[in-house]
T-cell receptor
Framework: AQSVTQLDSQVPVFEEAPVELRCNYSSSVSVYLFWYVQYPNQGLQLLLKYLSGSTLVESINGFEAEFNKSQTSFHLRKPSVHISDTAEYFCAVSKTGGATNKLIFGTGTLLAVQP | DVKVTQSSRYLVKRTGEKVFLECVQDMDHENMFWYRQDPGLGLRLIYFSYDVKMKEKGDIPEGYSVSREKKERFSLILESASTNQTSMYLC??????????????FGPGTRLTVT
């Protein structure tokens, strides 16, 4: 079975500062990795994903995440955050070759960007 | 663009009522999912469906049932609502594995309050 750990429930940061949201996973099989973002009063939107190939993946709004197989991590980073990045961020995994693309989610990290 | 819609954004029901939450997707996806989201617990899978009339229990199916009579529609049913079912309910859909789409698309959510 797979599991996902997001140790930080909340990360406060000042505008234009760098940020890292941590995600570690546990799995005995190969996985796909995802970061979703949830803005206030909205559903989840895919931010970025790792399926295969380059271990560094990027989103269109400046976030990036690096798949580290040896450390079983998929941390999310942004070099300079904006107020508009305030949201809850969820890390998720699914088993490669699974029957349903079922996702296992972490408990989420609230990124609170302050002016 | 994939669109997943949910019948209500906010719903208030009384204890013991039968509650129906509806979800419709417009991308001909085989797989559909119902999650509940609670603070500090992330998203937990209630039920999922991998085809019309096919369903499987997720991690927390107790007190819920589902119905999928048509490919585009997946309903979540609370047979007798209880206060501990007050939560945000999120619906998602995705293709069957092997078709190139691995991420799930989410609806905007229904915030259900049971009084």
């Amino acid at each position: 079975a797979q599991s996902v750990t997001q140790l930080d429930s909340q990360v406060p940061v000042f505008e234009e500062a760098p940020v890292e949201l941590r995600c570690n996973y546990s799995s005995s099989v190969s996985v796909y990795l995802f970061w979703y973002v949830q803005y206030p009063n909205q559903g989840l939107q895919l931010l970025l994903k790792y399926l295969s190939g380059s271990t560094l993946v990027e989103s269109i709004n400046g976030f990036e995440a690096e798949f580290n197989k040896s450390q079983t991590s998929f941390h999310l980073r942004k070099p300079s955050v904006h107020i508009s990045d305030t949201a809850e961020y969820f890390c998720a995994v699914s088993k490669t070759g699974g029957a349903t693309n079922k996702l296992i989610f972490g408990t989420g990290t609230l990124l609170a960007v302050q002016p | 663009d994939v669109k997943v819609t949910q019948s209500s954004r906010y719903l208030v029901k009384r204890t013991g009522e039968k509650v129906f939450l509806e979800c419709v997707q417009d991308m001909d996806h085989e797989n559909m999912f119902w999650y509940r989201q609670d603070p500090g617990l992330g998203l937990r899978l209630i039920y999922f469906s991998y085809d019309v009339k096919m369903k499987e229990k997720g991690d927390i199916p107790e007190g819920y049932s589902v119905s999928r009579e048509k490919k585009e529609r997946f309903s979540l049913i609370l047979e007798s609502a209880s206060t501990n079912q007050t939560s945000m309910y999120l619906c998602a859909s995705t293709e069957a594995p092997g078709q190139g789409l691995y991420e799930q698309y989410f609806g905007p959510g229904t915030r259900l309050t049971v009084t």
